[in-house]
């Protein structure tokens, strides 16, 4: 590769940490250097290899990011592309700790504006961050100390929030009782540490059944089951295991997708912290029923405890014996960008790039991550899989609709009284999912629901009663997207609520397509002009123009993120929320 | 090499080979068209290796680059070769068949141990066996050189130690392996081709040897001396002597290209005529007594061979400017003013007459040129394509031609000595944007240019206590200049680079030593002996 290599040199720690990712480096004396093929077969490292020197600085230093690029042969232009285009890594920067605020829609309903004036007033530096998942205990902050790691505190006070925890927080609320639940059935009666606490708990015996079975019969259970992914788009889950099976050539992988960040989402982190040998289960089935030899499980880099307990999960699932050399399992940190759950964008991550989009066709089962036959899904969706083998197809589509077959998490957060993840069968309606975290909070009136997160849509009282199906959502014109559902009580001002969302979008927008690298941004113009009372024209004028980049977004944005970056604003405008211009 | 004056292999098997050892070769910047079969190669999973004092942007592709001191290849090359043979990946059959001198070749690197190649070369034992080992075994392995190994005192003998492991591991004379000298201009592969060397003919044949002299002389009508000619660093003395009084140079700028450039101002302003033809007015065309404008490419017809032998036609476009001409038509009208009548012929009929005379390019009529897209010497006659490679003979079994010698060749040090005084190693090259003495590349401008600096490692700067754009004053044993300074990564401490290519600002020939290859008559432009002192700060930008 043509480097241009800075003279600058790293530290003693960043060139440890790196060399304990990817092997002994060259001593720097001049006189030998290895690179080529090695070299360039590691440039998939270069996203852990940043992680591995933010780790230990706090930063990536320009040394540091000289060194990565010497040992990947990457250009440093390119690497500082890549760099700085993930939140967590702070290019350049002084390092050290960082404490990183969550303002976003839900934080912002439990204080979070108080805790950002609490760190001012301290003269304290720290990040706004959005939505950390932990909206079921917020308002949550995220620290990160070198050489310790990163840590969760949720709920933080104007107190706590200054002094970092590393502690691992514990599991996720579930309000439900286990004996009443499925896909949750083990969170918090299992220990996920333990491997013999799985397996006593009935773990590894589908894997061991879908063998007997054979991938053919694993997939035709699928198909019958009439499973839907979860992640958002609901495609059948039959059909894309079919796909990645029947795609041609040796090389194939399977991805579990745990980038979870839509805001108001935290389902796949419970998953993930309270049963991660069951996620190394199914990954070892859907490598088995695809013929893929190599996973990755792609886990956000905000949950950092998630991270710990599938890494250890995987190991020991390697030591028992439950994987075999036939299916390589890598877990895959993230490091801060919301654009990676997109199943494109996060094939680029994994394979060291900015996390831009990719078009589509070719689909994942055909050209995925690193241009082979890809299946990638949801956390939650592999344990529905799981669920899918053990009791067959059959079964699986008996439960719920014949549109939605099987059990739904859905997070309920905001105004309620108890947050957390639900469980329900298909069919249940957004007021029994309101009902059951206990009404909206302090015996409030409702103000109005975002359904989906910040790309989905608002909704009023009215969409109480729709049962929350694929196919009843869609007639009623709201989503369900990540399952996430975000109260407001009828005392919130919804003008802050639709800015920060607008910002989260120009934020997040990964700037590839111009749609949304220039929409997202008039949008939050347009919305600050609004709350301002300056408008650009008049009031219409300014709605017409949201209306129009609405439009463009939708129509011509190569991913989802763009076309679903007005959603939430457009719907809010059209029930007239208050606060919002009418 | 054995007889041939050519690389030995197309870039077809550059792209197909196993195995690519860059050696002296920063062909990514001063060949880049060949470089690009080479990165083919690699995309192709060819593995490569660098051999050279910088980690240049060629070094950068390299799966290893070692960094060898400069002038220390021998050493090098005979290591791989006692490792080859000590790990019996030497090809016994080939020896046995198509080569003679082996047993003295053994016992010459057998003193060559790993540890103390290590010693001489700075580069680690492992790294030298892992390059012994990959060439020993490699299916297909090529070794491409270009003046990293024969700007050198013993640039002959530099170019034999490579020869050696070829010959040790068979990698010659066969589809993808061999050895390619890359040729640093679209057509320097031409100029040899046609006998622009003082010992050859055109074809390479031998101006001693009667019987080839002949046969030029029955079609030229005019006798042919008998003797070999001086080469480069011979006219030099020649002319220091006093006996080379008169000179006739034809596109070359020696005023700025040569070694120890204050001596060459001197030999030149001694001369008693000097005629200079060339497409520009060069530092040397304004010392001399005439100066005949000639055509560039593109205003005359004619051929280029490349560094694969392939010769190729290149055609007018445009009529050469004011009073330029085509270079056949000003030798025809210099032998007519010297009273011959000579006709001033096409390029056609010129290199017809050569084809007839010279075996390699007997078959190479201008209209199979433009039909097969170039042809690759040897190609005897019309029913001949030419050849993707050379010594295809020397796998004919039983092999009747004559084998391929080894030549024993020891490790000696560069002239230039570093002490006290001298502590630090120049050495010198070119850069992308740039082409030798600037007279071609200096008239454009460039983005990448980097002008005349003296580029050194970031340590040695510290160590000086100067900051990238200082001027520092270079001095060596012959002469003493001024330059900014430029940090290089690509540099280790104690080893400094020069680019030639800004004569009138940074003359690094008036540092260089000229001594030279007694059998090549190449000058040792890559090690010189400097001391860098600093003398200011921030004057020249950078």
């Given at each position: ?24 480096g ?7 250097a ?6 360039r077969?590691?440039?998939?490292l270069?996203?852990p ?19 990565i ?9 390119e ?37 950002c004036?609490a760190?001012?007033?301290a003269?304290?530096d ?5 939505c950390l998942g932990?909206?079921d205990?917020a308002?949550?902050?995220m ?25 691992e ?15 949750m ?7 996920p540490s333990s491997?013999?606490?799985?397996v006593?708990?009935g ?6 059944q879908?063998?007997e ?12 089951s009439?499973?839907r ?15 990645v099976?029947n ?11 745990g ?27 859907y ?26 999960a995987?190991?020991r699932?390697?030591?028992?014996g ?14 801060g ?27 994942p089962?055909?050209?995925?991550v ?9 956390i939650?969706t ?17 439960i719920g ?10 997070c309920?957060?905001?105004?309620v009284?108890?947050?957390g993840?639900?469980e329900?069968t ?12 206990g009404g ?15 790309a ?15 196919e ?10 990540s ?9 919130t001002d919804?003008g ?23 929409g ?5 113009e ?25 439009l ?8 989802g993120?763009?076309q ?6 457009q ?8 606060g919002?211009?009418a | 090499?054995f007889?041939?004056g ?7 098997e ?22 690009h079969?080479?990165?083919?190669g ?5 593995r ?22 400069v002038?220390?290849?021998i050493?090098?090359?005979n290591?791989m ?12 059959e080939f020896?046995?068949n ?20 290590e ?12 390059l012994?080992?990959?060439?020993g ?19 002959t ?7 050696n492991?070829?010959?040790?591991t ?6 993808g392996s061999?050895?390619?000298p890359?040729?640093?201009?679209n057509?320097?592969q ?18 001693e040897?009667?019987?080839l002299?002949g046969?030029f002389?029955a ?22 002597e ?13 005023l ?7 001596e060459?101002r ?41 560094s ?5 036609r290149?055609?007018?476009a445009?009529?050469?400017?004011g009073e ?27 290199w ?6 010279s ?22 006659d019309?029913?001949s394509?030419g050849?993707?490679?050379?010594h295809?003979?020397?796998?004919d079994?039983?092999m ?21 005084e001298?502590?630090t190693?120049?050495?010198?090259g ?14 454009y ?6 002008p ?9 700067g510290?160590?000086?206590?100067v900051s ?11 002469g003493?200049?001024?330059?900014p ?5 690509s540099l280790?401490?104690?080893l400094?680079f020069?680019?030639v290519?800004?004569?009138?600002e ?15 008559g ?17 004057a020249?930008p950078?």
């Amino acid at each position: 590769m043509d480097l241009r290599l800075m003279l600058d040199r790293p530290t003693e720690a960043e060139r440890e940490a790196v060399d304990a990712l990817l092997g002994p480096g060259d001593p720097f004396n001049g006189r030998v250097a290895h690179g080529g093929h090695d070299a360039r077969d590691q440039r998939h490292l270069l996203l852990p290899a940043l992680h591995a020197v933010q780790d230990v600085s706090g930063s990536v230093s320009k040394g540091a990011l000289s060194y990565i690029c010497d040992r990947l042969t990457v250009p440093p232009a390119e690497a500082y592309g890549v760099a700085t285009f993930y939140a967590l890594f702070d290019v350049g920067g002084l390092g050290g700790p960082s404490i990183h605020v969550c303002d976003d829609i839900v934080c912002a309903q439990y204080g979070a504006e108080e805790l950002c004036a609490a760190l001012e007033a301290a003269k304290t530096d720290y990040v706004r961050s959005p939505c950390l998942g932990q909206c079921d205990r917020a308002p949550a902050a995220m620290f990160h100390q070198p050489g310790v790691g990163y840590g969760n505190a949720a709920p933080v006070t104007k107190e706590s929030v200054t002094t970092p925890v590393f502690d691992e927080l514990p599991n996720g609320m579930v309000n439900q009782d286990a004996s009443e639940l499925t896909l949750m059935r083990r969170i918090g009666t299992v220990d996920p540490s333990s491997i013999e606490a799985y397996v006593e708990s009935g773990g590894f015996s589908v894997l061991a059944q879908a063998r007997e079975m054979g991938a053919d019969a694993v997939i035709d259970e699928l198909k019958g089951s009439n499973l839907r992914g979860r992640g958002g788009a609901a495609f059948p889950i039959g059909i894309k295991w079919e796909g990645v099976r029947n795609a041609p050539g040796p090389d194939k992988y399977v991805i579990a997708n745990g980038d979870e960040s839509e805001p108001g989402t935290f389902k796949d982190r419970l998953l993930m912290e309270g049963d991660p040998f069951a996620i190394v289960e199914a990954m070892a089935l859907y490598g088995f029923a695809t013929g893929a030899t190599k996973g990755y499980i792609y886990v956000r880099g905000e949950y950092p405890t998630a991270e710990r307990r599938l890494r250890a999960a995987v190991g020991r699932a390697r030591e028992a014996g439950y994987l075999d050399e036939s299916f390589e399992l890598e877990v895959r940190r993230g490091a801060g960008a919301y654009i990676c759950g997109e199943e494109t964008a996060l094939f680029a991550s994994i394979e060291g790039h900015r996390g831009e989009p990719r078009q589509k066709p070719p689909f994942p089962t055909q050209s995925g991550v690193f241009g082979k036959p890809t299946g990638i899904n949801n956390i939650e969706t592999l344990l529905a899989v799981l669920d899918v083998v053990a009791h067959g197809g059959e079964a699986f589509a008996a439960i719920g609709t014949s549109q939605s077959t099987g059990r739904k998490l859905f997070c309920v957060s905001g105004a309620v009284a108890k947050p957390g993840v639900y469980e329900v069968t298909f069919g249940a309606t957004l007021g029994e999912l309101l009902d059951l975290a206990g009404g909206v909070l302090d015996g409030r009136g409702m103000g109005a629901v975002l359904l989906g997160g910040a790309a989905g849509v608002f909704a009023d009282s009215s969409a109480l009663d729709v049962p929350l199906t694929f196919e009843d959502t869609r007639t009623a014109g709201t989503t369900l997207g990540s399952g996430s559902i975000v109260f407001f009580d009828d005392e919130t001002d919804f003008g802050p609520v639709l800015r920060r969302i607008a910002q989260f979008f120009r934020d997040e927008s990964c700037g590839q397509c111009v749609p949304c690298r220039i929409g997202t941004v008039r949008q939050e113009e347009a919305l600050a002009r609004l709350s301002a009372g300056s408008p650009l024209g008049t009031v219409a004028e300014e709605k017409k123009r949201l209306d129009d980049l609405a439009l463009v977004m939708t129509d011509a944005s190569i991913c989802g993120l763009g076309q679903t970056a007005a959603s939430a604003i457009q719907s809010a405008m059209r029930l007239g929320l208050r606060g919002v211009p009418a | 090499m054995f007889g041939a004056g050519g690389g030995t292999s197309s870039y077809q098997e550059i792209e197909e080979a196993d195995l690519i050892v860059m050696w002296g070769s920063n062909a990514r910047e001063a060949h880049p068209i060949f470089f690009h079969h080479v990165l083919k190669g690699l995309h192709n999973g060819a593995r490569m290796f660098a051999v050279d004092p910088r980690r240049t942007s060629t070094a950068a592709w390299a799966d290893v680059w070692l960094g060898i001191d400069v002038g220390s290849d021998i050493a090098l090359a005979n290591a791989m070769g006692r490792e080859i043979i000590s790990e019996g990946l030497h090809n016994t059959e080939f020896i046995e068949n198509a080569t003679e001198n082996f047993d003295e070749y053994a016992e010459c690197v057998d003193e060559y141990t790993l540890d103390r190649a290590e010693k001489i070369t700075g580069v680690p034992a492992f790294a030298i066996q892992q390059l012994a080992h990959e060439y020993g075994s490699a299916g297909m392995a090529q070794i491409c050189w270009t003046l990293g190994i024969t700007e050198h005192h013993n640039a002959t003998d530099n170019v034999l130690a490579l020869i050696n492991l070829a010959l040790l591991t068979g990698h010659v004379g066969r589809y993808g392996s061999g050895l390619v000298p890359v040729r640093g201009q679209n057509n320097v592969q031409g100029g040899g081709d046609m006998g622009a060397l003082p010992n050859k003919l055109p074809g390479f044949q031998d101006v001693e040897n009667a019987d080839l002299r002949g046969r030029f002389e029955a079609v030229w009508g005019a006798e042919i001396p008998a003797q070999a000619g001086r080469h480069i660093s011979l006219m030099h003395e020649a002319m220091d002597e006093g006996t080379l009084k008169c000179l006739y140079v034809l596109g070359e700028n020696p005023l700025q290209s040569e070694a120890d450039a204050k001596e060459m101002r001197h030999r030149l302003e001694s001369l008693e005529f000097m005629v200079a033809q060339d497409i520009f007015l060069t530092a040397t065309a304004e010392l001399a007594n005439v100066v005949f404008p000639a055509a560039g490419w593109g205003e005359a017809e004619g051929t280029f061979t490349s560094s694969e032998r392939r010769v190729q036609r290149v055609r007018k476009a445009i009529d050469p400017p004011g009073e330029a001409k085509d270079d056949i038509e000003i030798l025809c009208e210099l032998a007519r003013a010297m009273g011959h009548e000579w006709e001033t012929s096409t390029a056609e009929q010129a290199w017809d007459e050569m084809r007839s005379l010279s075996p390699l390019h007997g078959g190479m009529s201008y209209e199979r040129l433009e039909a097969m897209g170039g042809i690759r010497w040897p190609c005897p006659d019309e029913s001949s394509d030419g050849e993707l490679f050379l010594h295809g003979r020397l796998w004919d079994r039983p092999m009747t031609t004559q084998k391929a010698p080894f030549h024993a060749v020891e490790y000696a040090a560069p002239v230039d000595e570093l002490n006290e005084e001298f502590p630090t190693r120049l050495t010198t090259g070119r850069r992308l944007d740039s082409y030798n003495t600037g007279v071609q590349s200096g008239r454009y401008s460039s983005p990448r240019r980097i002008p005349g600096v003296l580029d050194l490692s970031p340590e040695d700067g510290v160590e000086l206590g100067v900051s990238e754009g200082d001027l520092v004053r270079v001095t060596s044993r012959r002469g003493s200049l001024e330059a900014p300074v430029r940090f290089d990564r690509s540099l280790r401490p104690g080893l400094a680079f020069m680019s030639v290519h800004f004569p009138d600002e940074t003359d690094v020939n008036q540092l260089t030593i000229d001594a030279w290859d007694p059998k090549s008559g190449t000058a040792e432009f890559k090690a010189t002996a400097i001391r860098v002192d600093p003398i200011g700060v921030g004057a020249v930008p950078s």
